[in-house]
Structures are given as structure tokens and as C-alpha cells.
């Protein structure tokens, strides 16, 4: 069966370190990955795009990365701050068609 | 540009009742999800539109469930009848060209 898995655990780090956040897939051939932040009572908000011939993308203090033959995508705040904590979820596009994973919570420790 | 309206924010319903759901897309977008979170998970897709013609539905409970986008545009998604379940926060997204998905804030049923 199809499975999108994230970091199960809620994510704790200090303020400045960096975070990282993994993203596995089984049984998908995404043409590309997309990372999301969703606050409390709101939707998914799109943060960044990486598609399957790319190996890394970096927007401002974030970076994925995306390795097709491990099927696996991480994801990078660098000196991360109190107002990254959010859940950040993973969803991958095949066909015409987007799947999330179950989300990751990260908070960052002032 | 406006986001994706969605509405009511929030319904608290009795079990075996029926509710609706509404969502206006981002002018222009001719796709539109509709999905189901439930707490602690990942959005689920129920549905997908591309203009008014359903691309996806296969996880949509048809027996419970239904939803239409008349004219291209708007959508609705409803209930009926709810069980304890279906208690969840329903995201509406639409897309230009499938590459990023922008979502309303969610209706978030308590079915009781």
C-alpha cells in the first residue's frame, strides 16, 4: 500500500540550532515534493517545491532535499526561531493528485 | 488576491444528521480539493475537481458523502447522514497549475 510516513515524534529543538524533518514515501512515484506549514486553526500553508530531477532546493533560511532512490525528503530550518513552530507536513504530487503525510510538530525552545 | 473562503467555520451537528459545506476558490483556479483532517493527521484527499468534473474521488464515502462544483466555480460538500467519524476539519484548496495548493482555513465539524 501507499504510505507517506513523517517524523512521528514531535520535534523539539533549541532557538538558532537547526531543524530537520523527514519525509518517507512507499509505493509512490511522485513527480515532485512539496513541504507545507500549518498553524493551529489554519490550512496548509506552501513553503517549497522540489521536483524528482532536483536534488536540493533552498528558499531563504529552508532547504529540502529530495533523494528518489531512498524515497526520502528532508527538510532544513536553519537558525531556526520561536516562530517556526508549527506542524510542517510533506505531500508529494503524482499524476494530477496530492498526498500528505501525517505531519510533523516542531517547536522551537526560546 | 483573496484566498480560498470557506464556510461556516465551525458546525457542531447530532449523529445522523446532515450538514453542507461551501468553498469559493481563488479566482481562476480550475482545480479544487476538498479534504478531510482529522486530529493529530494529514489532510486526506475526498475529492478533486478540475473545472466542474470530478478528476479523483476514490476516498470519498459515497454512501455518506457528497459534492458538486456548479459552474466551474464554487463547491459544496455534504454530510448526510454524519456519524462520530466524520468529526474533523474539512480543508477546501484549489490550484492554477497543480504545482502548489492553497487552502482555506477549514470548517471544522464536531458531529455529537
Known amino acids: 500500500s501507499q504510505k507517506i510516513e513523517q517524523n512521528s515524534e514531535a520535534l523539539n529543538i533549541q532557538e538558532g540550532k537547526t531543524a530537520t524533518l523527514t519525509c518517507n514515501y512507499t509505493n509512490y512515484s511522485p513527480a515532485y515534493l512539496q513541504w507545507y506549514r500549518q498553524d493551529p486553526g489554519r490550512g496548509p500553508v506552501f513553503l517549497l517545491l522540489i521536483r524528482e530531477n532536483e536534488k536540493e532546493k533552498r528558499k531563504e533560511r529552508l532547504k529540502v532535499t529530495f533523494d528518489t532512490t531512498l524515497k526520502q525528503s528532508l527538510f532544513h530550518i536553519t537558525a531556526s526561531q520561536p516562530a517556526d513552530s508549527a506542524t510542517y507536513l510533506c505531500a508529494l504530487r503524482t499524476g494530477n493528485q496530492f498526498y500528505f503525510g501525517t505531519g510533523t510538530s516542531l517547536t522551537v525552545i526560546p | 488576491e483573496a484566498g480560498v473562503a470557506q464556510s461556516p467555520r465551525y458546525k457542531i451537528i447530532e449523529k445522523r444528521q446532515s450538514v453542507a459545506f461551501w468553498c469559493n476558490p481563488i479566482?481562476?483556479?480550475?482545480?479544487l480539493y476538498w479534504y478531510q483532517q482529522i486530529l493529530g493527521q494529514g489532510p486526506k484527499l475526498l475529492i478533486q475537481f478540475q473545472n466542474n468534473g470530478v478528476v479523483d474521488d476514490s476516498q470519498l464515502p459515497k454512501d455518506r458523502f457528497s459534492a458538486e462544483r456548479l459552474k466551474g466555480v464554487d463547491s459544496t460538500l455534504k454530510i448526510q447522514p454524519a456519524k462520530l467519524e466524520d468529526s474533523a476539519v474539512y480543508l477546501c484548496?484549489?490550484?492554477?497549475?497543480?504545482?502548489?495548493?492553497?487552502f482555506g482555513q477549514g470548517t471544522r465539524l464536531t458531529v455529537v
Open positions: 479566482s481562476g483556479h480550475a482545480t
Open positions: 484548496a484549489s490550484s492554477w497549475a497543480a504545482t502548489e495548493a492553497f
